[in-house]
């Protein structure tokens, strides 16, 4: 990608970004994503699903090593989260590749929301993430090896169908078991 084409790229997000890409914050914008999961997925109280994704960059001037992912080309660790219909609701674009996953989640302003509305009384809105990331009361993971039948595995199940559906747009969302 030329720097050109990222000087524009980056235009239009910062012009368009929050009137189009806007995590949820009201109950009744909440409750829209919350009823859409439930629809699609038998999953209830889900605000959206999380993940990150690689997106090649051209080489940085500086820092080039904080840029180099695990697959060894460099690029930015995007982190995105979407809703029940693949909508992405909050990316955030600050992190070099090399960065994980789970810290760009700790330093993230959506993770901060979530928790100070779960200490002010909010229990039922969470995301979905991978095996990646921290099991949080409001970011949801698979139980790992869940065997067939206990209420583990349904609700496991249940995570994989709804993440696996929401990584079918670029891999928004990847289940990492």
Same mark, same amino acid.
């Given at each position: 990608?030329?720097?050109?084409?990222?000087?524009?790229?980056?235009?239009?997000?910062?012009?368009?970004?929050? +009137?189009?890409?806007?995590?949820?914050?009201?109950?009744?914008?909440?409750?829209?994503?919350? +009823?859409?999961?439930?629809?699609?997925? *038998?999953?209830?109280?889900?605000?959206?699903? =999380?993940?990150?994704?690689?997106?090649? %960059?051209? $080489?940085? =001037?500086?820092?080039?090593?904080?840029? %180099?992912?695990?697959?060894?080309?460099?690029?930015? *660790?995007?982190? =995105?989260?979407?809703?029940?219909?693949?909508?992405?609701?909050? %990316?955030?674009?600050?992190?070099?590749?090399?960065?994980?996953?789970?810290?760009?989640?700790? *330093?993230?302003?959506?993770?901060?929301?979530?928790?100070?509305?779960?200490? $002010?009384?909010? $229990?039922?809105?969470?995301?979905?993430?991978?095996?990646?990331?921290?099991?949080?009361?409001?970011?949801?993971?698979?139980?790992?090896?869940?065997?067939?039948?206990?209420?583990?595995?349904?609700?496991?199940?249940?995570?994989?169908?709804?993440?696996?559906?929401?990584?079918?747009?670029?891999?928004?969302?990847?289940?990492?078991?």
């Amino acid at each position: 990608m030329s720097r050109a084409v990222e000087e524009v790229t980056t235009a239009i997000v910062n012009t368009l970004a929050e +009137e189009w890409i806007c995590f949820p914050t009201t109950p009744q914008a909440k409750n829209i994503i919350k +009823e859409g999961f439930m629809e699609k997925f *038998n999953f209830s109280g889900v605000v959206g699903a =999380l993940d990150c994704t690689h997106v090649e %960059i051209l $080489r940085p =001037l500086v820092e080039e090593h904080n840029y %180099i992912n695990r697959k060894g080309y460099q690029s930015k *660790n995007i982190q =995105l989260i979407c809703d029940h219909n693949l909508k992405i609701i909050n %990316i955030n674009s600050r992190y070099a590749g090399a960065t994980h996953d789970s810290f760009i989640w700790r *330093n993230s302003a959506v993770r901060a929301e979530l928790e100070r509305n779960y200490q $002010r009384g909010e $229990r039922n809105s969470w995301l979905l993430g991978d095996s990646g990331y921290p099991q949080e009361p409001w970011l949801m993971r698979p139980v790992i090896n869940a065997l067939p039948g206990p209420p583990e595995y349904r609700y496991t199940q249940a995570h994989i169908h709804g993440l696996r559906r929401c990584s079918s747009l670029e891999e928004i969302v990847v289940y990492m078991a």
